[in-house]
């Protein structure tokens, strides 16, 4: 574990570097080029990864422009294909809110459970009751009692609070 937290430093450390190398490389080709081109070609650069950029610094100013071109003819399709699908799905989200209302969340039916149980209930009985595996349910315990909505009133025993 130790290791690979050093190795995860070390990755970040070298990331931040190239990072920095790669701003100061854009501020260069900024300073050469026209002003009215720089602005843009900064925004699409915070988008892109850093190995990317110091990979093809030649490359990349070719792609940006065949990049603005192709942008503006996808959005004026999906502006007229937009109205279309709202349309539909304004039908189709009371449906949806009535599906989700009936779902209950894991954390909602292990409460129900021990809320039903008056004098409290074991893990093995919400094992049963709630059909969730050991994982959920010891998750969901937890939540619940940092929540300070259960508590446990001895060893594998949850009651309501």
């Known amino acids: ?5 050093v190795q995860v430093n070390t990755v970040s450390k070298s990331l931040a570097k190239l990072s920095k ?4 490389i854009t501020k260069q080709l900024d300073k050469l080029k026209a002003p009215k081109a720089a602005p843009a070609k900064k925004a699409v650069a915070k ?3 850093p190995v990317r950029k110091a990979v093809a610094k030649k490359k990349a100013p070719a792609k940006k422009a065949v990049a603005k071109k192709k942008a503006p003819a996808k959005k004026a399709v999906a502006k007229k294909k937009a109205p279309a699908k709202k349309a539909v799905a304004k039908k189709k989200a009371p449906a949806k809110k ?5 779902k209950a969340t894991v954390l909602d039916t292990v409460f129900g459970a021990i809320k039903k149980a008056r004098k409290g209930i074991t893990v093995a009985a919400l094992q049963e009751k709630t059909k969730l595996n050991p ?8 939540k619940l009692s940092n929540k300070g909505m259960i ?4 060893r594998g025993l949850y009651v309501k609070k």
């Open 21 to 24: 190398q790669v701003d100061k």
């Open 98 to 102: 009535v599906e989700a209302k009936e």
């Open 47 to 49: 988008k892109k990864a």
């Open 1 to 5: 574990m130790k290791k690979l937290k």
């Open 151 to 154: 508590a446990a009133k001895s």
């Open 135 to 142: 994982r959920q349910l010891s998750n969901a315990l937890y």
